[in-house]
């Protein structure tokens, strides 16, 4: 497990990575590149339904000048800089490997690979959508902002459209990119059963990064193991470790089995910090006076 890889500085040399900065210059000297061969090869292109590279390459362009500048992690003395998380660094290599087997297979069946690549823009931005939007309907509670019973959307959102913090469902980003995927289709007028041949491949190698990508963030750990050679153990604060402490399996107070449900985060040192989520009737919880909303400080001492 290794949630985040590197962080990413601010600024490189005095010019700032994201927003007018490095990332926007590298971008367009590789959209100017995209243009010009398309331009230069634009009847065959166009026989073959390859679409024109503007769309997409102002669409990355905004998402890195404006976008990306909005949810970078700022503090007291400014913007600090983005966090490169294993998550999201293995969906862009599984983005990458199946960009590269789409690829090769256009070229068998006589498609331009510059159709694959437009593809992909539709399958990765609708799949991150369909992924963030996902997580967020799922953990609304921890997204929302209220004043009394009225969302606050002006403090919400900007929460929502933080997910280089983390939080995308894979069962999420593939339904955004299936609808992706058929705007495409729709748009171009392509044979869909030909062009889905193309990218199923490519799908089971994302499919597989991101699952690797699962298991870095922690967030997929199947059950436990009873050999402890082919054993993994994960840090503590780790969901995991949390889930593990919720079940009662860390310590000899199963707060599950007496009927109390908790949220835990790891704070610091060896302490967890719980907050009640529901109490079983007429369970043992119940009768210690526990009530949803109230407060467990779990402290471990080394002997």
């Given amino acids: 497990m290794q949630q985040t890889l590197i962080d990413i500085p601010h600024e490189i040399a005095g010019l700032p990575l ?32 390859v679409g024109h590279p503007l769309v997409p390459i102002l669409v990355v362009g ?41 690829s090769i297979q256009a070229r068998r069946q006589g498609v331009h690979p510059d159709v694959v690549f437009t593809m992909t823009l539709y399958l990765f931005l609708f799949g991150v959508l ?4 996902w997580y967020v309907v799922q953990k609304w509670s921890e997204f929302a902002v209220y004043d009394g019973s ?13 997910f280089t913090e983390g939080g995308l469902v894979v069962y999420g ?47 997929c750990y199947g059950g436990l193991c009873t050999d ?8 503590l604060g780790s969901p995991p470790y949390m889930r593990h402490l919720d079940q009662g399996l860390l310590f000899d107070t199963p707060l599950a089995q007496k009927g109390i449900h908790a949220e835990f985060q790891y704070r ?11 109490i079983e009737p007429e369970s043992v919880g119940a009768a210690s006076g526990l009530e949803p909303n109230n407060t467990i400080i779990i402290q471990m001492r080394l002997l």
């Fill in 18 to 49: 994201f927003g007018f900065g490095w990332a926007l210059i590298f971008w367009a000297i590789f959209g100017g590149v995209w243009l010009t061969r398309f331009y230069m090869q634009s009847a065959a292109r166009k026989q073959q339904g």
């Fill in 62 to 102: 905004l998402i890195i000048a404006i976008v990306i500048p909005f949810i970078e992690p700022t503090d007291s003395e400014g913007p600090t800089g983005v966090k490169v998380r294993g998550y999201g660094f293995f969906v862009l290599l599984g983005v990458t490997s199946g960009i590269f087997i789409a």
């Fill in 130 to 133: 369909g992924g963030r939007l």
């Fill in 150 to 162: 009225s969302v606050v959307w002006g403090d919400t959102i900007p929460k929502v459209l933080k």
């Fill in 173 to 219: 980003a593939f339904v955004g990119g299936l609808i992706g995927c058929s705007i495409f289709l729709i748009r171009r007028k392509l044979p869909k059963l030909a062009t889905l041949d193309l990218i199923v491949p490519a799908l089971a190698i994302g499919m597989f990064f991101g699952r690797l990508g699962c298991f870095m963030n922690g967030c």
């Fill in 228 to 235: 402890e050679t082919w054993g993994v153990q994960f840090p």
């Fill in 268 to 278: 610091d040192g060896y302490r967890w910090e719980g907050k009640v989520v529901t």
